[in-house]
RNA sequence: GGCGGCGUAGCCGAGUGGCUCAGGCAAGGGCCUGCAAAGCCCCGUACGCGGGUUCGAUUCCCGCCGCCGCCUCCA
Protein backbone atom coordinates (compact mmCIF):
# COMPACT_ATOMS: atom_id res chain seq x y z
CA UNK A 1 0.00 0.00 0.00
CA UNK A 2 1.71 3.25 -1.17
CA UNK A 3 1.59 6.15 1.73
CA UNK A 4 1.66 9.58 0.65
CA UNK A 5 2.62 12.69 3.13
CA UNK A 6 -1.02 14.77 3.07
CA UNK A 7 0.25 18.56 3.50
CA UNK A 8 -3.56 19.17 4.58
CA UNK A 9 -3.39 16.58 7.07
CA UNK A 10 0.25 16.81 7.88
CA UNK A 11 0.42 12.77 7.82
CA UNK A 12 0.80 9.84 5.84
CA UNK A 13 -1.89 8.82 4.41
CA UNK A 14 -2.98 5.40 2.25
CA UNK A 15 -2.89 6.28 -0.95
CA UNK A 16 -6.88 5.82 -2.32
CA UNK A 17 -7.15 7.10 -5.57
CA UNK A 18 -10.85 8.18 -6.69
CA UNK A 19 -11.28 5.12 -9.20
CA UNK A 20 -8.62 2.11 -8.33
CA UNK A 21 -6.14 1.84 -10.82
CA UNK A 22 -6.34 5.45 -12.11
CA UNK A 23 -4.87 8.32 -10.67
CA UNK A 24 -5.35 11.88 -11.83
CA UNK A 25 -2.61 14.28 -10.95
CA UNK A 26 -2.09 17.77 -11.13
CA UNK A 27 0.77 19.58 -10.76
CA UNK A 28 1.37 23.70 -10.60
CA UNK A 29 3.85 24.51 -13.39
CA UNK A 30 5.75 27.50 -14.60
CA UNK A 31 4.96 31.36 -15.27
CA UNK A 32 7.79 31.14 -18.31
CA UNK A 33 8.96 35.22 -18.27
CA UNK A 34 12.70 33.50 -17.16
CA UNK A 35 15.14 30.93 -17.95
CA UNK A 36 14.47 27.93 -15.59
CA UNK A 37 16.66 27.89 -12.59
CA UNK A 38 17.98 24.62 -10.80
CA UNK A 39 14.66 24.76 -8.40
CA UNK A 40 12.43 24.06 -11.27
CA UNK A 41 14.15 21.26 -12.35
CA UNK A 42 14.19 19.69 -8.90
CA UNK A 43 10.31 19.85 -8.63
CA UNK A 44 9.58 18.80 -12.27
CA UNK A 45 11.71 15.80 -11.33
CA UNK A 46 10.27 15.27 -8.47
CA UNK A 47 6.82 15.13 -9.21
CA UNK A 48 8.28 13.41 -12.88
CA UNK A 49 9.25 10.32 -10.22
CA UNK A 50 5.94 9.97 -8.89
CA UNK A 51 4.60 10.19 -12.12
CA UNK A 52 6.53 7.55 -13.79
CA UNK A 53 6.47 5.50 -10.08
CA UNK A 54 2.76 4.86 -10.16
CA UNK A 55 2.73 4.62 -13.75
CA UNK A 56 5.39 1.78 -13.25
CA UNK A 57 3.31 -0.17 -10.27
CA UNK A 58 0.56 -0.48 -12.80
CA UNK A 59 -1.72 2.76 -12.24
CA UNK A 60 -3.17 4.34 -15.30
CA UNK A 61 -1.59 7.78 -14.72
CA UNK A 62 -3.48 11.33 -16.57
CA UNK A 63 -0.81 14.33 -15.62
CA UNK A 64 -1.82 17.67 -16.28
CA UNK A 65 0.61 20.24 -15.74
CA UNK A 66 -0.12 24.01 -16.33
CA UNK A 67 1.53 26.87 -17.78
CA UNK A 68 0.60 30.58 -16.55
CA UNK A 69 0.96 32.53 -20.04
CA UNK A 70 -0.57 35.76 -18.55
CA UNK A 71 0.76 37.20 -15.35
CA UNK A 72 1.77 40.20 -13.73
CA UNK A 73 6.07 39.20 -14.07
CA UNK A 74 5.09 38.34 -17.75
CA UNK A 75 3.28 41.68 -18.59
CA UNK A 76 6.38 43.46 -16.88
CA UNK A 77 9.17 41.61 -18.55
CA UNK A 78 7.03 42.09 -22.00
CA UNK A 79 6.87 45.70 -22.07
CA UNK A 80 10.85 45.62 -20.68
CA UNK A 81 11.85 43.73 -24.16
CA UNK A 82 9.14 45.28 -26.47
CA UNK A 83 7.59 41.87 -27.19
CA UNK A 84 4.49 40.81 -26.70
CA UNK A 85 3.07 38.78 -23.86
CA UNK A 86 2.65 35.66 -25.52
CA UNK A 87 5.68 35.53 -27.37
CA UNK A 88 7.59 36.15 -24.32
CA UNK A 89 5.79 33.30 -22.35
CA UNK A 90 5.56 30.95 -25.41
CA UNK A 91 9.42 31.84 -26.01
CA UNK A 92 10.24 31.26 -22.16
CA UNK A 93 7.58 27.60 -22.48
CA UNK A 94 10.03 26.13 -25.43
CA UNK A 95 13.14 26.98 -23.29
CA UNK A 96 11.39 25.25 -20.31
CA UNK A 97 10.89 21.94 -22.08
CA UNK A 98 14.37 22.07 -23.86
CA UNK A 99 15.86 22.01 -20.47
CA UNK A 100 13.38 18.87 -19.03
CA UNK A 101 13.08 17.55 -22.00
CA UNK A 102 17.17 16.34 -21.43
CA UNK A 103 16.33 15.52 -17.61
CA UNK A 104 13.96 13.42 -19.10
CA UNK A 105 11.29 14.85 -17.35
CA UNK A 106 8.41 13.31 -19.72
CA UNK A 107 5.83 15.45 -20.98
CA UNK A 108 2.11 16.15 -19.13
CA UNK A 109 -0.67 14.63 -20.82
CA UNK A 110 -2.44 17.84 -21.08
CA UNK A 111 -0.85 21.45 -20.75
CA UNK A 112 -3.84 23.57 -20.28
CA UNK A 113 -2.58 27.33 -20.93
CA UNK A 114 -4.26 30.03 -18.33
CA UNK A 115 -5.41 31.91 -21.72
CA UNK A 116 -7.05 28.71 -23.27
CA UNK A 117 -9.41 28.76 -20.22
CA UNK A 118 -10.47 32.30 -19.38
CA UNK A 119 -14.40 31.07 -20.21
CA UNK A 120 -13.98 28.00 -16.93
CA UNK A 121 -12.23 30.92 -15.04
CA UNK A 122 -15.19 32.81 -15.49
CA UNK A 123 -17.65 30.72 -14.56
CA UNK A 124 -16.24 29.99 -11.57
CA UNK A 125 -16.42 33.49 -10.93
CA UNK A 126 -19.34 33.56 -11.39
CA UNK A 127 -20.24 30.37 -9.21
CA UNK A 128 -18.14 32.15 -6.26
CA UNK A 129 -20.32 35.59 -6.62
CA UNK A 130 -23.30 33.64 -6.56
CA UNK A 131 -22.36 31.60 -3.48
CA UNK A 132 -21.71 35.28 -1.89
CA UNK A 133 -18.09 33.85 -1.22
CA UNK A 134 -16.57 37.04 -3.70
CA UNK A 135 -17.53 40.58 -4.23
CA UNK A 136 -16.65 43.27 -7.48
CA UNK A 137 -14.79 46.56 -6.87
CA UNK A 138 -15.69 49.08 -9.78
CA UNK A 139 -12.97 49.59 -11.70
CA UNK A 140 -10.74 46.95 -9.98
CA UNK A 141 -11.57 43.92 -10.14
CA UNK A 142 -13.14 40.54 -8.62
CA UNK A 143 -12.34 39.51 -4.95
CA UNK A 144 -12.70 36.41 -2.96
CA UNK A 145 -14.29 37.42 1.03
CA UNK A 146 -11.97 34.74 2.57
CA UNK A 147 -14.01 35.28 5.74
CA UNK A 148 -17.21 33.68 4.21
CA UNK A 149 -15.37 30.04 4.40
CA UNK A 150 -14.45 28.66 7.76
CA UNK A 151 -12.08 25.76 6.62
CA UNK A 152 -9.91 28.86 4.95
CA UNK A 153 -6.73 27.61 5.66
CA UNK A 154 -6.76 23.92 5.98
CA UNK A 155 -4.01 23.42 3.86
CA UNK A 156 -1.14 25.67 4.83
CA UNK A 157 -2.64 25.71 8.42
CA UNK A 158 -3.05 29.18 9.64
CA UNK A 159 -6.84 30.71 10.50
CA UNK A 160 -8.10 33.98 9.24
CA UNK A 161 -7.62 35.50 12.34
CA UNK A 162 -3.35 34.78 12.39
CA UNK A 163 -3.58 36.13 8.84
CA UNK A 164 -6.03 39.25 9.28
CA UNK A 165 -2.88 39.55 12.35
CA UNK A 166 0.25 39.10 10.22
CA UNK A 167 -1.46 41.28 7.63
CA UNK A 168 -0.15 44.48 6.80
CA UNK A 169 3.60 43.83 7.72
CA UNK A 170 3.93 42.59 4.06
CA UNK A 171 0.31 42.92 1.94
CA UNK A 172 0.08 46.50 0.71
CA UNK A 173 -3.04 47.58 2.46
CA UNK A 174 -5.70 48.11 -0.12
CA UNK A 175 -8.95 50.01 1.68
CA UNK A 176 -10.85 49.07 -0.93
CA UNK A 177 -11.22 45.61 -0.42
CA UNK A 178 -13.01 44.45 2.46
CA UNK A 179 -10.13 42.32 4.26
CA UNK A 180 -6.63 42.81 3.38
CA UNK A 181 -6.48 38.99 3.20
CA UNK A 182 -8.92 38.74 -0.02
CA UNK A 183 -7.18 37.86 -3.33
CA UNK A 184 -8.21 38.67 -6.60
CA UNK A 185 -10.00 36.93 -8.77
CA UNK A 186 -10.37 39.16 -11.71
CA UNK A 187 -8.43 41.52 -12.13
CA UNK A 188 -9.47 45.16 -14.15
CA UNK A 189 -7.37 46.20 -17.21
CA UNK A 190 -5.01 48.66 -17.09
CA UNK A 191 -4.03 50.72 -20.28
CA UNK A 192 -2.07 48.58 -22.40
CA UNK A 193 -2.43 45.39 -20.50
CA UNK A 194 -3.82 42.23 -22.54
CA UNK A 195 -7.37 41.80 -21.17
CA UNK A 196 -10.47 39.60 -22.01
CA UNK A 197 -14.39 40.76 -21.92
CA UNK A 198 -15.74 39.40 -18.79
CA UNK A 199 -19.34 40.35 -17.20
CA UNK A 200 -16.95 42.83 -14.37
CA UNK A 201 -15.32 44.78 -16.73
CA UNK A 202 -12.48 44.05 -19.53
CA UNK A 203 -9.91 42.41 -17.08
CA UNK A 204 -7.36 39.04 -16.54
CA UNK A 205 -7.57 36.18 -14.35
CA UNK A 206 -6.07 36.23 -10.84
CA UNK A 207 -3.51 34.20 -10.18
CA UNK A 208 -4.88 31.40 -8.24
CA UNK A 209 -8.15 30.96 -10.28
CA UNK A 210 -6.84 29.12 -13.61
CA UNK A 211 -5.52 26.30 -11.53
CA UNK A 212 -9.07 25.19 -9.60
CA UNK A 213 -10.57 25.59 -12.86
CA UNK A 214 -7.88 23.95 -15.40
CA UNK A 215 -7.66 21.01 -12.69
CA UNK A 216 -11.47 20.67 -12.30
CA UNK A 217 -12.20 21.34 -15.75
CA UNK A 218 -9.92 18.45 -17.23
CA UNK A 219 -9.33 16.01 -13.84
CA UNK A 220 -13.01 16.51 -12.97
CA UNK A 221 -13.78 16.30 -9.22
CA UNK A 222 -12.08 15.48 -6.71
CA UNK A 223 -8.70 14.19 -8.65
CA UNK A 224 -5.92 12.59 -6.52
CA UNK A 225 -3.14 14.59 -6.86
CA UNK A 226 -2.15 17.81 -6.48
CA UNK A 227 1.56 18.82 -6.23
CA UNK A 228 3.96 22.22 -6.46
CA UNK A 229 7.12 23.33 -4.58
CA UNK A 230 6.02 24.24 -0.80
CA UNK A 231 6.63 27.74 -0.96
CA UNK A 232 3.48 27.89 -3.09
CA UNK A 233 1.60 26.08 -0.20
CA UNK A 234 0.36 29.65 0.65
CA UNK A 235 -1.29 31.37 -0.54
CA UNK A 236 -1.35 29.67 -3.96
CA UNK A 237 -2.83 25.91 -3.23
CA UNK A 238 -4.59 27.47 -0.46
CA UNK A 239 -6.39 29.73 -2.89
CA UNK A 240 -7.22 27.52 -5.14
CA UNK A 241 -9.07 24.89 -2.67
CA UNK A 242 -10.98 27.89 -1.40
CA UNK A 243 -12.15 28.80 -5.12
CA UNK A 244 -12.88 25.27 -6.02
CA UNK A 245 -14.91 24.31 -2.40
CA UNK A 246 -16.14 27.90 -1.55
CA UNK A 247 -18.03 26.83 -5.38
CA UNK A 248 -19.48 23.80 -3.90
CA UNK A 249 -16.60 21.29 -5.88
CA UNK A 250 -14.69 18.44 -4.34
CA UNK A 251 -11.05 19.32 -4.53
CA UNK A 252 -7.71 17.19 -4.69
CA UNK A 253 -7.65 14.53 -1.94
CA UNK A 254 -4.06 14.58 -1.62
CA UNK A 255 -1.55 17.35 -1.38
CA UNK A 256 2.37 17.01 -1.84
CA UNK A 257 4.61 19.47 -2.04
CA UNK A 258 8.20 19.12 -2.46
CA UNK A 259 10.97 20.95 -0.90
CA UNK A 260 13.10 23.77 -1.70
CA UNK A 261 16.28 24.35 -3.23
CA UNK A 262 19.35 25.42 -1.59
CA UNK A 263 22.21 27.78 -2.40
CA UNK A 264 25.11 27.91 0.57
CA UNK A 265 21.98 27.51 2.66
CA UNK A 266 19.42 29.66 1.92
CA UNK A 267 16.55 29.40 -0.83
CA UNK A 268 17.39 29.36 -4.51
CA UNK A 269 15.77 32.46 -5.40
CA UNK A 270 15.12 34.94 -8.19
CA UNK A 271 14.86 38.12 -5.95
CA UNK A 272 17.85 37.05 -3.66
CA UNK A 273 19.79 36.87 -6.89
CA UNK A 274 21.62 33.44 -6.24
CA UNK A 275 19.99 31.33 -8.43
CA UNK A 276 21.92 28.81 -11.47
CA UNK A 277 20.51 27.90 -14.55
CA UNK A 278 19.26 24.85 -14.96
CA UNK A 279 21.13 24.39 -18.59
CA UNK A 280 24.47 24.92 -17.08
CA UNK A 281 23.81 22.59 -14.16
CA UNK A 282 23.14 20.46 -16.83
CA UNK A 283 25.51 21.13 -19.59
CA UNK A 284 28.20 20.77 -16.75
CA UNK A 285 27.44 17.62 -14.44
CA UNK A 286 24.95 15.68 -16.78
CA UNK A 287 20.66 15.28 -17.26
CA UNK A 288 21.50 12.18 -15.10
CA UNK A 289 23.43 13.47 -12.06
CA UNK A 290 20.99 16.00 -11.44
CA UNK A 291 18.13 13.66 -11.69
CA UNK A 292 20.34 11.53 -9.64
CA UNK A 293 21.21 13.82 -6.81
CA UNK A 294 17.39 14.89 -6.62
CA UNK A 295 16.30 10.96 -6.13
CA UNK A 296 18.97 10.55 -3.73
CA UNK A 297 17.07 13.15 -1.27
CA UNK A 298 13.76 12.91 0.47
CA UNK A 299 11.58 15.02 -1.92
CA UNK A 300 10.21 17.12 1.19
CA UNK A 301 13.53 18.29 2.35
CA UNK A 302 15.19 21.26 1.25
CA UNK A 303 18.79 20.10 -0.75
CA UNK A 304 21.46 21.99 -0.99
CA UNK A 305 22.79 21.71 -4.90
CA UNK A 306 25.59 23.00 -6.19
CA UNK A 307 29.02 21.64 -8.14
CA UNK A 308 30.86 19.47 -5.56
CA UNK A 309 27.27 17.06 -5.09
CA UNK A 310 26.66 17.28 -8.74
CA UNK A 311 30.21 15.74 -8.77
CA UNK A 312 29.44 13.38 -6.34
CA UNK A 313 25.97 12.02 -8.16
CA UNK A 314 27.44 12.08 -11.71
CA UNK A 315 30.73 9.87 -10.54
CA UNK A 316 27.75 7.25 -8.87
CA UNK A 317 26.27 7.76 -12.29
CA UNK A 318 29.30 6.48 -13.66
CA UNK A 319 29.67 3.80 -11.83
CA UNK A 320 26.31 2.33 -12.70
CA UNK A 321 27.59 2.76 -16.53
CA UNK A 322 30.54 0.91 -15.94
CA UNK A 323 28.34 -2.01 -14.66
CA UNK A 324 26.19 -2.26 -17.76
CA UNK A 325 29.47 -1.82 -20.12
CA UNK A 326 30.99 -4.67 -17.97
CA UNK A 327 27.85 -6.55 -18.52
CA UNK A 328 27.50 -6.22 -22.01
CA UNK A 329 31.09 -7.32 -22.87
CA UNK A 330 29.93 -10.60 -20.52
CA UNK A 331 27.79 -10.83 -23.84
CA UNK A 332 24.73 -10.40 -20.98
CA UNK A 333 21.73 -8.50 -22.45
CA UNK A 334 19.84 -8.01 -19.35
CA UNK A 335 15.98 -6.29 -19.77
CA UNK A 336 14.06 -5.04 -16.99
CA UNK A 337 11.44 -7.60 -17.66
CA UNK A 338 14.43 -9.68 -16.16
CA UNK A 339 14.08 -8.33 -13.03
CA UNK A 340 13.74 -10.82 -9.43
CA UNK A 341 10.63 -10.39 -7.99
CA UNK A 342 11.76 -10.78 -4.76
CA UNK A 343 14.24 -8.08 -4.43
CA UNK A 344 11.88 -5.39 -6.52
CA UNK A 345 9.52 -6.27 -3.33
CA UNK A 346 12.17 -4.29 -1.22
CA UNK A 347 12.33 -0.93 -3.85
CA UNK A 348 8.62 -1.15 -3.91
CA UNK A 349 8.66 -1.01 0.12
CA UNK A 350 11.08 1.73 0.35
CA UNK A 351 9.12 3.86 -2.83
CA UNK A 352 5.53 2.80 -1.37
CA UNK A 353 7.15 4.96 1.96
CA UNK A 354 6.09 8.42 0.50
CA UNK A 355 8.26 8.17 -2.36
CA UNK A 356 11.28 7.33 -0.13
CA UNK A 357 13.70 7.44 -2.59
CA UNK A 358 16.89 7.74 -0.93
CA UNK A 359 16.00 4.40 0.90
CA UNK A 360 15.11 3.14 -2.76
CA UNK A 361 18.23 4.02 -4.04
CA UNK A 362 20.41 2.53 -1.61
CA UNK A 363 18.71 -0.78 -2.72
CA UNK A 364 19.40 0.00 -5.99
CA UNK A 365 23.32 0.45 -5.16
CA UNK A 366 23.21 -2.86 -3.29
CA UNK A 367 22.61 -4.83 -6.30
CA UNK A 368 24.45 -2.66 -8.30
CA UNK A 369 27.43 -4.35 -6.14
CA UNK A 370 26.40 -7.52 -5.81
CA UNK A 371 25.85 -7.95 -9.61
CA UNK A 372 29.80 -6.48 -10.08
CA UNK A 373 30.85 -9.45 -7.33
CA UNK A 374 28.58 -12.03 -9.83
CA UNK A 375 30.39 -10.88 -13.03
CA UNK A 376 33.71 -10.86 -11.30
CA UNK A 377 33.37 -14.22 -10.39
CA UNK A 378 31.55 -15.27 -13.56
CA UNK A 379 28.35 -16.13 -12.40
CA UNK A 380 26.84 -14.68 -15.16
CA UNK A 381 23.03 -15.75 -14.71
CA UNK A 382 22.62 -13.92 -11.40
CA UNK A 383 24.40 -11.22 -12.80
CA UNK A 384 22.19 -10.56 -15.71
CA UNK A 385 19.31 -11.01 -13.30
CA UNK A 386 20.55 -8.76 -11.11
CA UNK A 387 21.53 -5.80 -13.46
CA UNK A 388 17.80 -6.40 -14.94
CA UNK A 389 16.42 -5.54 -11.20
CA UNK A 390 18.89 -2.42 -11.55
CA UNK A 391 16.90 -1.23 -14.85
CA UNK A 392 13.76 -1.89 -14.01
CA UNK A 393 13.84 0.22 -10.69
CA UNK A 394 15.68 2.92 -12.40
CA UNK A 395 13.10 2.92 -14.74
CA UNK A 396 10.64 3.79 -12.12
CA UNK A 397 13.04 6.37 -11.82
CA UNK A 398 13.57 7.97 -14.83
CA UNK A 399 17.15 6.92 -15.69
CA UNK A 400 18.93 5.02 -18.08
CA UNK A 401 22.00 3.46 -18.37
CA UNK A 402 24.75 4.32 -21.15
CA UNK A 403 26.28 0.40 -21.64
CA UNK A 404 28.46 2.30 -24.57
CA UNK A 405 26.99 0.07 -27.21
CA UNK A 406 25.17 3.16 -28.56
CA UNK A 407 28.89 5.06 -29.08
CA UNK A 408 28.94 5.40 -33.12
CA UNK A 409 31.08 8.44 -33.59
CA UNK A 410 34.60 7.55 -34.55
CA UNK A 411 34.00 3.88 -33.72
CA UNK A 412 35.84 1.89 -36.44
CA UNK A 413 38.55 4.30 -35.97
CA UNK A 414 38.56 3.36 -32.02
CA UNK A 415 37.74 -0.19 -32.40
CA UNK A 416 40.95 -0.17 -34.43
CA UNK A 417 43.54 1.20 -32.42
CA UNK A 418 42.02 -1.12 -29.80
CA UNK A 419 43.05 -4.26 -31.94
CA UNK A 420 46.48 -2.43 -32.42
CA UNK A 421 46.57 -1.92 -28.70
CA UNK A 422 45.63 -5.88 -27.60
CA UNK A 423 48.09 -6.87 -30.46
CA UNK A 424 50.72 -5.30 -28.62
CA UNK A 425 50.12 -6.56 -25.56
CA UNK A 426 49.81 -10.43 -26.84
CA UNK A 427 53.39 -9.63 -27.86
CA UNK A 428 54.29 -7.99 -24.47
CA UNK A 429 54.89 -4.87 -25.84
CA UNK A 430 53.86 -2.87 -23.17
CA UNK A 431 55.39 0.28 -24.09
CA UNK A 432 53.95 0.44 -27.60
CA UNK A 433 50.27 -0.69 -26.07
CA UNK A 434 51.12 2.42 -23.65
CA UNK A 435 51.63 4.57 -26.79
CA UNK A 436 48.25 3.66 -28.43
CA UNK A 437 46.56 4.15 -24.97
CA UNK A 438 48.10 7.44 -24.54
CA UNK A 439 46.49 7.91 -28.32
CA UNK A 440 42.94 6.52 -27.45
CA UNK A 441 43.02 8.99 -24.20
CA UNK A 442 43.74 12.04 -26.17
CA UNK A 443 40.75 11.17 -28.40
CA UNK A 444 39.33 10.68 -25.21
CA UNK A 445 38.40 7.22 -24.84
CA UNK A 446 39.34 5.15 -21.62
CA UNK A 447 39.98 1.90 -21.98
CA UNK A 448 38.98 -0.95 -19.47
CA UNK A 449 40.71 -4.68 -19.73
CA UNK A 450 38.13 -7.35 -19.10
CA UNK A 451 38.37 -11.28 -18.54
CA UNK A 452 36.62 -10.84 -21.52
CA UNK A 453 38.60 -8.00 -24.26
CA UNK A 454 39.17 -4.77 -23.64
CA UNK A 455 36.11 -2.49 -23.92
CA UNK A 456 36.33 1.34 -23.78
CA UNK A 457 33.70 3.99 -23.39
CA UNK A 458 33.95 7.47 -23.83
CA UNK A 459 35.30 9.97 -20.50
C1' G B 1 5.12 37.31 16.72
C1' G B 2 2.31 32.73 14.31
C1' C B 3 3.02 27.91 11.72
C1' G B 4 6.45 24.15 10.12
C1' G B 5 11.15 21.62 9.13
C1' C B 6 16.15 20.46 10.25
C1' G B 7 20.96 19.69 13.21
C1' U B 8 23.86 11.90 12.10
C1' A B 9 31.18 10.07 10.77
C1' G B 10 35.63 14.38 5.69
C1' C B 11 31.04 15.86 2.53
C1' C B 12 25.92 14.50 1.22
C1' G B 13 22.18 11.70 3.51
C1' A B 14 18.45 7.43 5.30
C1' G B 15 17.04 5.13 9.76
C1' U B 16 16.00 2.80 14.43
C1' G B 17 14.58 2.03 21.93
C1' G B 18 19.18 -2.82 22.39
C1' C B 19 20.54 -6.69 17.22
C1' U B 20 26.95 -6.39 11.81
C1' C B 21 24.42 -3.36 8.62
C1' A B 22 21.50 2.32 5.27
C1' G B 23 23.40 4.23 0.78
C1' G B 24 26.37 7.66 -2.35
C1' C B 25 30.92 10.58 -2.88
C1' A B 26 35.89 11.33 -1.03
C1' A B 27 40.32 9.33 1.74
C1' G B 28 43.37 4.90 3.38
C1' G B 29 44.77 -0.49 3.04
C1' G B 30 44.31 -5.11 0.31
C1' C B 31 42.94 -8.41 -3.94
C1' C B 32 42.84 -8.46 -9.26
C1' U B 33 45.95 -6.27 -13.35
C1' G B 34 52.26 -5.91 -17.26
C1' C B 35 50.59 -0.92 -15.96
C1' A B 36 46.06 1.66 -16.06
C1' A B 37 40.75 1.65 -15.95
C1' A B 38 36.74 -0.92 -13.89
C1' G B 39 35.44 -4.10 -9.96
C1' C B 40 35.43 -6.64 -5.20
C1' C B 41 36.95 -6.88 0.08
C1' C B 42 38.50 -4.27 4.58
C1' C B 43 38.53 0.28 7.45
C1' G B 44 35.32 4.74 9.92
C1' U B 45 32.46 2.97 16.82
C1' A B 46 28.56 9.35 14.00
C1' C B 47 23.98 10.99 15.84
C1' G B 48 23.81 19.84 18.38
C1' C B 49 23.86 20.77 24.06
C1' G B 50 21.67 19.81 29.07
C1' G B 51 18.27 17.18 31.83
C1' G B 52 14.49 13.24 32.34
C1' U B 53 11.90 8.34 31.40
C1' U B 54 14.15 3.36 30.82
C1' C B 55 17.86 -2.31 32.56
C1' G B 56 19.34 0.41 28.05
C1' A B 57 18.22 6.53 23.94
C1' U B 58 20.94 8.92 18.30
C1' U B 59 15.75 7.12 18.53
C1' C B 60 10.62 8.82 23.58
C1' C B 61 9.70 13.45 26.94
C1' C B 62 11.22 18.51 28.68
C1' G B 63 14.38 22.68 28.19
C1' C B 64 18.18 25.20 25.54
C1' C B 65 21.41 26.54 21.33
C1' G B 66 22.00 26.92 16.09
C1' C B 67 20.27 26.76 10.93
C1' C B 68 16.28 26.98 7.26
C1' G B 69 11.31 27.73 5.07
C1' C B 70 6.24 29.99 4.89
C1' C B 71 3.08 34.15 6.87
C1' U B 72 -0.06 37.04 -0.57
C1' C B 73 6.79 37.73 -6.11
C1' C B 74 8.48 32.70 -5.60
C1' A B 75 9.28 25.83 -8.04
Known sequence: MLRIHDTAARALRDFEPRIPGQVSMYVCGPTPYDVPH??????????DVVRRYLAWRGDRVTFVSNVTDIEDRIIARAAERGTTESDLARHYEDVYW???DRLGVLRPDEMPHATEFVPQMQTL???LIA????????GSGVYFQVETLPEYGRLSHRTFAQLVESAGARIEVDDEKRSPVDFALWKAAKPGEPSWESPWGPGRPG????????????LGEEFDLHGGGDDLVFPHPENEIAQAEGAGHHFARYWLHSGMVMVSGEKMSKSLGNFTFLADAIDAHGPRAFRWLVVQHHYRNQLEINDDALRAAAAAIDGFDALARRARAAGITATPAGALSAE?????????????????VAVIAGWRRDANSALDAGRLDEAAALLATVLHALDALGIALDDGAGTADGRDEIDALVQRRTDARAAQDWAAADRVRDELSALGVVLEDTPTGTIWHRA
Open 125 to 127: IAE
Open 131 to 138: AGRAYVIE
Open 98 to 100: EQL
Open 344 to 360: VGRFVAAMDDDFDTPNA
Open 38 to 47: LGHGRTAVVF
Open 207 to 218: WHIECSAMSLDI
